[in-house]
């Protein structure tokens, strides 16, 4: 089994999410002895904003690609092809400004491919990136889920239809919300943040023995 480990906070030691993320990855390989974990950091080694070299636009003209646009599909391509490769993927999604980071956006732009992870079909779009695990560790200043906050979620909301659009069907949230708002708050977040760790990797570890046991 393999399991890409992606994180997108730009607070190094501070961030909650990534310190969220490093407990999901060991428990989840603590249930899964021989898991290959394979660790993206995408504030030091993230791809850049999406551009006319990244888009391709040489396509529709049918030019050779110069240097620029090598590089970049190049740099698209691996991003791709670890993410197709990988059973689970971890990724920390810190919420900044209702969304997403710019990093992760840039990220998901990469890995958007048609024909790689997602294709047009006459009977409208198709996931192929299907049969993963994704447990996304959403982490919140705020509290936006429920009524009438989760208006401003176009974090945890965008990244279900995306990864929903590439055929995923096993999003699994680690939330911990509410981290801005005071000591106890913020305890309080932690808590159940652990609560839903132990609660996706256990499922996960009794998923894999009931699959053995078939």
């Known amino acids: 089994m393999k399991l890409l480990h992606v994180d ?18 060991a428990q989840w390989t603590a249930s899964h002895p021989g898991t290959r974990v394979e660790y993206l950091d995408l504030v030091t080694e993230g791809p850049a904003h999406l551009d006319a070299d990244a ?10 690609p110069t240097p620029a646009q090598q590089r970049e599909n190049a740099l698209t391509e ?14 920390g999604a810190p919420m900044v400004n209702f969304g997403v980071t710019s990093q992760l956006k840039a990220w998901i732009d990469r890995i958007a491919q ?24 959403s ?18 909301s965008y990244l279900k239809a995306v990864l929903g659009f590439f055929g995923i069907a096993d999003v699994r949230i680690v939330r911990a919300e509410g981290l801005s708002m005071g000591d106890e708050a913020k305890a309080r977040a932690l808590a159940a943040a652990a609560v839903d ?18």
Do not use: C, W
Not at 139 to 156: F, I, K
Not at 197 to 214: D, S, Y
């Open 55 to 64: 888009l391709g636009f040489r396509l529709a003209t049918g030019a050779a």
């Open 114 to 137: 048609a024909g790689r992870t997602f294709r047009y079909t006459a009977a409208g779009p198709e996931g192929l990136a299907t049969g993963k695990t994704v447990i996304v560790v």
């Open 139 to 156: 982490t919140r200043g705020g509290r936006y889920a429920g009524v009438p906050a989760e208006a401003m979620d176009h974090q945890e």
């Open 8 to 25: 997108s906070s730009p607070l190094g030691s501070a961030s909650v999410s990534r310190a969220l993320g490093r407990e999901v990855v």
């Open 197 to 214: 760790i132990r609660a996706h990797t256990a499922r996960a570890a009794n998923e894999a023995a009931a699959a053995l046991a078939a």
């Open 78 to 91: 691996r991003l791709v092809s670890q993410f197709l490769a990988a059973d689970v993927v971890v990724i």
